[in-house]
């Protein structure tokens, strides 16, 4: 089975601060992606990655970088956190070996408020 | 472009009633068309999948859904709801690249 860990459930950071989220895969896949979920919004896109150092912006990348240094490891940054960036974080990931139409396999999502 | 609705934010329902939630989609394109589920306090698991072939497609916990091109619908049925699942369901696309696009949710509340 795919294991996706998000490496905060929850996290409380100031206005301003410097915020980074992590995500760890164990399947070895090529991509992976970057989600916030607020309600009645569903699922945004912010950044995904094709492959290390690769980077591609989604939907909503504004406020948002990535990075990825291995290819286990994809990191968000916020650079400076705002109030308006509150919100649900999921990480997902996507085996291309098995064909465009493989599912996503998500974390289990960081709850990030910012105060 | 592609986009995703679901028409209904909440549904309720009682214990081993039927349940129906219903998806639209656009694109111009062939798409690949998800249902993911989510548990309180989760991420999203794969429901199931339709990628070609027959277009009624069988997923786990007893939920099915029919693949409809004329009416660019992937509706999600259950003949007979439990409490446990209570969850939120995303209906989702994708193409023949990484993007996949998500619907803003249903809600649905199983009661006693």
């Known amino acids: 089975d795919v294991k996706v860990t998000q490496s905060s459930r929850y996290l409380v950071k100031r206005t301003g601060e410097k915020v980074f989220l992590e995500c760890v895969q164990d399947m070895d896949h090529e991509n992976m992606f970057w989600y916030r979920q607020d309600p009645g919004l569903g699922l945004r896109l912010i950044y995904f990655?094709?492959?290390?150092?690769?980077?591609e912006k989604g939907d909503i990348p504004e406020g948002y970088s990535v990075s990825r240094e291995k290819k286990e490891r994809f990191s968000l940054i916020l650079e400076s956190a705002s109030t308006n960036q509150t919100s649900m974080y999921l990480c997902a990931t996507h085996d291309i070996d098995r064909g465009e139409g493989s599912p996503l396999h998500f974390g289990n999502g960081t709850r990030l408020t910012v105060t | 472009a592609q986009s995703v609705t679901q028409l209904d934010s909440q549904v309720p329902v009682f214990e081993e009633a039927p349940v129906e939630l219903r998806c639209n989609y656009s694109?111009?394109?062939?798409?690949?068309l998800f249902w993911y589920v989510q548990y309180p306090n989760q991420g999203l698991q794969l429901l199931l999948k339709?990628?070609?072939?027959?277009?009624l497609v069988k997923g786990i916990n007893g939920f099915e859904a029919e693949f409809n091109k004329s009416q660019t619908s992937f509706h999600l049925r259950k003949p007979s709801v439990h409490i446990s699942d209570t969850a939120e369901y995303f209906c989702?696309?994708?193409?023949?690249?990484?993007?996949?696009?998500f619907g803003a949710g249903t809600r649905l509340f199983v009661k006693a």
């Open positions: 990655s094709y492959d290390v150092k690769m980077k």
């Open positions: 989702a696309v994708s193409d023949l690249g990484f993007k996949t696009i």
């Open positions: 694109s111009s394109v062939s798409v690949y």
């Open positions: 339709y990628l070609s072939g027959s277009t």
